[in-house]
């Protein structure tokens, strides 16, 4: 269905420039971002055209396939990143836990601040605290003392609290 654009309703432009063609029962039964779309009077239900400005078409392809049940593992793995932000903002909740445990289950002391970064980003609260246990119940943080002083000159100042919160209830436990 989704290969061949059979009785495809509706086009999506990808931020390269490209066009994919999908169906709005779909869209709209997976996303209650994609239902409003299209149930209420905006330019989206009219034009039958959908922008997704921040997807390239690989990472937009990876999304539809999500959606039709039909994406590759390999797929996943290459845009879990794109997939997530598009499960953030379509309010897609199975792919948003689907990516939590991914990037939760893939942490390392080269990924582990930006898996935290997003995980900060999107509310990905199972994340955060992975990332946290990571690097300082596990003493990560000493792995990566070059990286840590540059994060915390770029970071949030609520995060740096919670990690803050964090290392206190370590090294002090109640």
């Given at each position: 269905m989704l290969d061949?654009?059979?009785?495809?309703?509706?086009?999506?432009?990808?931020?390269?420039?490209?066009?994919?063609?999908?169906?709005?029962?779909?869209?709209?039964?997976?996303?209650?971002?994609?239902?409003?779309?299209?149930?209420?009077?905006?330019?989206e239900k009219e034009s039958s055209t959908i922008h997704i400005e921040d997807m390239s078409l690989e990472s937009c392809t990876a999304l539809l396939s999500y959606l039709y049940g039909a994406i590759k593992q390999e797929d996943f793995w290459k845009h879990r990143l794109a997939l997530l932000g598009a499960a953030n903002k379509y309010d897609i909740g199975s792919l948003k836990d689907i990516c939590e445990e991914s990037l939760l289950e893939d942490l390392s002391t080269g990924n582990v601040l930006e898996m935290l970064n997003e995980a900060w980003l999107y509310q990905l609260h199972k994340l955060k605290k992975g990332c946290l246990v990571f690097l300082f119940q596990f003493g990560k943080i000493h792995d990566i003392k070059d990286e840590i002083n540059n994060f915390f000159q770029h970071a949030d100042r609520e995060l740096m609290l919670e990690m803050f919160q964090e290392v206190l209830s370590i090294s002090n436990p109640i």
């Open positions: 061949e654009a059979i009785h495809a309703d509706l086009t999506i432009m990808t931020a390269d420039g490209s066009t994919l063609r999908a169906h709005k029962a779909v869209l709209s039964a997976s996303s209650p971002v994609f239902q409003s779309m299209f149930h209420h009077n905006l330019k």
